[in-house]
């Protein structure tokens, strides 16, 4: 598998998800990584980035709230988002970062009462 993302569902808002994100070994281990996102009737948007190195940045929207990481001997890059609002609502995937033209399947996460 080259990106499958997965850990979405419905949840109220103040609630928390993490989502993790299983990359092939030799995507995983060259690039930076980032988690996106797109709304409905919005365009897609990076959400978070993370180096090989570990270094992290968020989206103003979602600082203080969202934490990227990586797992390097999983492969795995995760988001774990807490305090979530409606606005928050979408489709989310990860790429590398800067994104590459290949984008695997997203997961839902619908922030709903």
Request: hydrophobic share 30%.
């Amino acid at each position: 598998v080259q990106l499958q993302a997965s850990g979405g569902g419905l949840v109220q808002p103040g609630g928390s998800l993490r989502l993790s994100c299983a990359v092939s070994a030799t995507i995983f281990r060259r690039n930076n990584m980032g988690w996106y996102r797109q709304a409905p009737g919005k365009q897609r948007e990076l959400v978070a980035s993370i180096t090989t190195g570990g270094n992290t940045n968020y989206a103003d929207s979602v600082k203080g709230r969202f934490t990227i990481s990586r797992d390097n001997a999983k492969n795995t890059v995760y988001l774990q988002m807490n305090s979530l609002r409606s606005e928050d609502t979408a489709v989310y995937y990860c790429n590398v970062f800067p994104s590459s033209s290949s984008w695997g399947q997203g997961t839902q996460v619908t922030v709903s009462s």
